[in-house]
């Protein structure tokens, strides 16, 4: 039983149709579905369990990994930055984990294990992100020391895309040279490769190679100007609601909220709804921001609080009460759109969602 209204909805089937639109934008390509920062926010395991036609899972812990292996996965699975120290090797052996190698050290780590069992390792190239990963022209000798080890690498290629999601013609620029300089370091390996993200998968078809490794598509999220004609037919999976707690009638002049951030130029009607910061609702969502309540778009006023927010609901004053449902994204709200009023991105409002709020399934 829950008793505070605040709840996120997790939709199973939109993941399902989610990775079904990843899949027909690469029919050639196998799926790594991210399933990193517990599933986006959306628990894991409940993620993977309606991914699993996916062909393999990225993340970003050896404790996702076991995670996913206690609960059965058989599936690859990629630890996205590798290991963080050597003591993690033995298990990513036994576990059958894929590792990223993306620097000298992890490398370093690889060379002195001596294993009969093949790993997969995916090198990482910097082709221009310049977060992780090894130089262009460090990359064949990295090759050919992993190739004169004694143990034996099953060898992949990878890179990752900065800014496939924007349109601007400098990050338009900038993400066709990442995947040039991804095409020249790569063209005389034959090892399996990948490159795309989520927004280089659905808008840079030459980004689409063995692998591509989409994360907020899944989720039903990322919508930029850069993917939007390619994004109507995803479904978003998480809808967080709750209820509106108090309705009351205040005077023009009179505020709202902590600070007195909001002041009522006319006599407004404002509802109070059980959601705020505490449960993971951005605490710099700004006047204006949308919240549906019934169906009804409204304007968030003054500041969100850790419990509370407040919304104009002058226009539709007859129509709503308290226990009104309201929709905070989700549904026919754009999480994206929320995200650009709190001056942040949907990634970070669905890892955001905490603890106190129940995560609902919905088959
Ligand atoms: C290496 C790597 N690949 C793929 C992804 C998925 O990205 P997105 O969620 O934008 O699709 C991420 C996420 O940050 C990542 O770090």
Known sequence: MFYRPAKAYIHLPALRHN???????????????????????????????????????????????????????????????????????????????????????????????????????????????????FSSNEIPSVIKRLEQSLSSFNIHLMSHLASADESSSSAIEFTQNQINVFNQVTEKFAFPKSLSNSAGLQAYRASRYDWVRPGILLYGAGQTDQTQNKQTQLKPVMRLESEVIAVKWIKSGEFVGYGNDWQASKDTCIAVIAIGYGDGYPRHAVTGTPVLIEGKRVPLIGRVSMDMITVDITKYSDDINIGSLATLWGGELSIDEIAKCANTICYELLCGITSRVPMIEIQ
């Open 19 to 133: 990775l079904g639109i990843a899949k027909a934008f690469a029919p050639n390509s196998k799926v790594l579905a991210v399933v990193k920062a517990n599933g986006y926010g959306h628990g894991i395991c409940r993620v993977a369990q309606q991914l699993v036609d996916a062909d393999g899972f990225g993340v970003a812990s050896m404790d996702e990994a076991l995670q996913l292996r206690q609960k059965g996965f058989l599936h690859r699975i990629l630890l996205l930055e590798g290991l963080f120290s050597e003591i993690e090797m033995p298990l990513a052996i036994q576990n059958r984990l894929d590792i990223v190698v993306h620097s000298e050290h992890q490398l370093q780590w690889l060379l002195n294990y001596q294993t009969t069992i093949v790993m997969t390792v995916w090198l990482k190239i910097d082709t221009g992100m310049h977060r992780l990963g």
